[in-house]
Nanobody
Framework: QVQVAESGGGLVQTGGSLKLSCKVS??????????MGWFRQAPGKEREIVAC????????YYGDFVKGRFTVSRDDAQKTLYLQMNTLKAEDTAMYYC??????????????WGRGTLIAVSS
């Protein structure tokens, strides 16, 4: 059974930083056979992709709104996905979800989702 668990959310002031972590267990045959990413959903808005990283970390994709502020990474030995977020803005307030794709390369066919972690950015 695959389990996806985010952590690291919270309240932060505008311009501040946060680092999200996502521990994934139960993937077969192994953790680095899967692309993974972060999505977010703000109140009243649709879910959107924040970042995606492929199986080897050689390919990364970011939503247009990121504009160099966030960095996605993965530690295959720890079976953990990360999202370092800097220069946070009020509009970054949302529930952030960790996601595991069926493929090795993209985040277009998400197979497993975490429950989400809330980030609130105060101005």
């Amino acid at each position: 059974q695959v389990q996806v668990a985010e952590s690291g959310g919270g309240l932060v002031q505008t311009g501040g930083s946060l680092k999200l972590s996502c521990k994934v267990s139960g993937l077969t045959p192994k953790f680095d056979d899967y692309a993974m990413g972060w999505f977010r959903q703000a109140p009243g808005k649709e879910r959107e992709i924040v970042a995606c990283i492929n199986w080897s970390s050689s390919g990364k994709y970011y939503g247009d709104f990121v504009k160099g502020r966030f960095t996605v990474s993965r530690d295959d030995a720890q079976k953990t996905l990360y999202l370092q977020m800097n220069t946070l803005k009020a509009e970054d307030t949302a529930m952030y979800y960790c996601a595991v794709d069926r493929s090795v390369g993209y985040c277009s066919t998400i197979q497993w989702w975490g429950r989400g972690t809330l980030i609130a950015v105060s101005s």
